[in-house]
């Protein structure tokens, strides 16, 4: 996607979309007691390799009620690059979607939106039900906004990662795309609290599988990300391989909350 674009300088646009992952990341920190893990403190920024004007930073954020919650970008904006993300996965203790956000440059604007499901959806239609059929006409209203450009990636795993209700688009950076990308993760980060608010508690003897599933994926969308390989031209691959197995925990400190 990136070889496709000429450079240009976004770094008023990505001033705009670092101030919306602000924005939801105090409402995370209202809402849950958070601990930042120390393995990521050498990466709070951390910088490319010689020429390439890449940097970025990861915070990581553990909890009783959060496994991993990740606050992170990296690029070079002032070339048309960046990538913004928040990513919050919850612990065993309940079985609500974990809450998934990506918004870039690209450099035309670029945004994710996701839940993250806990289940096999094909099976589970009572969790389909509550979680992602109440989004099916907001996802198909959105599909249908010539402004928007539905972005299909070349990965399988991608595509497979992503519900069928997932938001992934790409769009001129307009104020008025900018403010709908503002409304929109706003909109899906509320709605994700209250579930989280209401949710029932997942039996004691389960919690361990889910635990296990739950890092699976994780490793597995963080390894698996075609957008790696940039990584590696800009920050070497030694490096890459560091900062892909934080967005996993792979180096993790804190403990896992039960």
């Known amino acids: 996607m990136l070889a496709e674009q000429p450079p240009m300088d976004n770094m008023p646009v990505f001033n705009q979309l670092w101030e919306i992952s602000v924005e939801l990341r105090k409402k995370v920190e209202a809402r849950f007691a958070l601990t930042p893990d120390a393995s990521v403190k050498d990466f709070q920024p951390y910088h490319g390799l010689p020429g390439t004007g890449a940097t970025g930073s990861q915070h990581m954020f553990t909890g009783p009620e959060i496994d991993w919650f990740v606050h992170s970008w990296i690029g070079n904006p002032q070339y048309g ?33 996701d839940y993250i499901p806990r289940v096999d959806l094909m099976t589970d239609l009572v969790y389909l039900d509550k979680y992602y059929e109440p989004l099916n006409e907001r996802y198909l209203n959105i599909r249908q906004q010539a402004e ?34 503002r409304s929109l993760a706003h909109e899906m980060l509320d709605r994700w609290l209250k579930w989280v608010d209401e949710a029932e508690p997942v039996p004691a003897e389960e919690r361990a599988a889910l635990a296990a599933r739950d890092l699976a994926i994780r490793r597995n969308i963080a390894e698996r990300d075609p957008a790696n390989v940039v990584g590696d031209r800009l920050f070497g691959k030694e490096m890459t391989e560091r900062l ?13 909350p039960e």
Not at 99 to 113: E, Q, S
Not at 161 to 177: G, I, M, N, Q, V
């Open 148 to 181: 928007l450009a539905y972005f299909t990636s070349k990965s399988l795993y991608v595509r497979q990662a992503l519900s069928e209700t997932a938001f992934c688009y790409t769009s001129k950076p307009t104020e008025a795309r900018i403010a709908f990308v």
């Open 244 to 256: 892909v197995r934080n967005l996993w925990g792979g180096d993790r400190i804190n403990p896992r």
């Open 81 to 113: 690059f960046c990538n913004i993300h928040i990513t919050i996965w919850l612990g065993p203790h309940i079985r609500v979607p974990h809450f998934g956000l990506a918004i870039a440059t690209v450099p035309d604007l670029f945004f994710y939106m």
